[in-house]
């Protein structure tokens, strides 16, 4: 088939990526970990597949060949009832396999309110809204109607090609992810459609959740020295993470393709907890307090060295500090630590799929790194499949008013297609 009149067929289905995330995006998938709801996409998804694709796998994770004790699982999850879902295309075996990898599961809808419904996937001017509309089940099916647009249009690929659809991504997940790989699904190259703005993401940060908690000293009698109050050893805690931002961003990371990054390495604080503050709680000075901050390093990064950063900073602040000396806070790693990935800017993948982005939008795609972290580290460090990120523009994720452009899910349908076709290889 010739490219015009791929094109052809490729422009017949790509529209149907708009009512395919609207009809995703009504699910609440929503995953608050131990607990992810996303059973009845998974089960919508499977159920898409099978007209396209020639085998769907939906498997519960713990079926995966050494899933549970793999060092990079993460023991926080109920597993029943919300499987992963993946759909196959055999090639005929002389060409380079590829696959696809986005995740169904959201976030809460909070911070309420929304001005759209958040799970009503409503088009207006342009844009799908709803939790997870952009992060991430728009990229995901520009992937699945890509695939539909290779089937639509005859083709027989040289090289295997894979969509994961996968649960368990968010707060720092990453299970759905090892699973399908433990299961065999990994290729000699992948594609995350996590949302990158239209942008190609050849390496990935790694991050991880701390939780840094103080405690009242007990010797002391709990009104008569404020500087023993949790609440204002929490409050210096916070001033010292931000110490902690200003310093290791002031320097250029050690990564080149970070270094016109404005801020590569974050330390956010994102939730700080003193006292009962629900309703009715008790007046009085909290026996503790805790502050979580999200903390990025760079895609090389070990666990044990952001560990080391982290606790050394810590370590020679409160050596300035009288009351912490004699009362320490405690430095708690909350999350698994989520590995950054590193994909060569020279590897082949990412010319293939910058030609494509070419062919198709009439420009350059940007190349850089991804500021998301995501499960990029387990495809590239555990599957072994070199994977970059593309996906859509869109914006407010894990906020109110979640969208996703609709321009660049019916771009990315022809995007993915003819990467598909040039990584894969078609038969004559
Ligand atoms: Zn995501």
Known sequence: MNEKAFDQ????????????????????SVLKPPVGKEGECQAFI??????????VDVFELPEAPGFLKHPAHWKYSDYEGRPDVVGIIKGSGTGRSLLFNGHVDVVPEDPLPWQHAPFGGELDDGKIYGRGAADCKGGLAASLVAVKAIRKAGIKLKGD???????????????????AVLRGYTADAGISVEPSGMELGTSTRCGRLYEIKVRRDESLFMASDQQSNPAFLIARMVMAMEEFHNK???KKPKNAIYHNVPQPQPASV????????????????????????????MPETTEQELDEEVRGFY????????????????????????????????????????NCFKKVIKKEVPIGPTTITGDL????????????NLGPRGDHYHDSDEYVIVQDLVDLVSIYAHTIMDWCGVED
């Open 161 to 179: 090609l894979i969509v994961q659809s996968v649960v368990g991504e968010e707060y720092a997940g990453a299970n759905g992810t090892l699973a």
């Open 248 to 250: 290791r961003n002031a």
């Open 46 to 55: 499977a159920n898409w597949m099978q007209d396209v694709f020639d085998e």
């Open 315 to 354: 370590k020679n602040w409160i050596q300035k500090d009288e009351t912490f000396k004699t009362n320490p806070p405690e430095i708690i790693g909350h999350t698994r630590f989520l590995e950054g990935s590193v994909v060569p800017l020279n590897h082949p993948i990412v010319k293939t799929t910058a």
């Open 9 to 28: 067929v490729v422009s017949q289905v790509a529209e149907e990526v708009i009512d395919l995330t609207q009809k995703i995006v009504q699910f609440p």
């Open 270 to 297: 994102v939730k700080i907890k003193a006292g009962q503050v629900e309703q009715g709680g008790l007046i009085g000075v909290p026996p503790e307090a805790w502050l979580h901050a999200w903390i990025y390093g």
């Open 377 to 388: 580290g387990v495809l590239v460090n555990w599957g072994k499949t070199p994977t970059i």
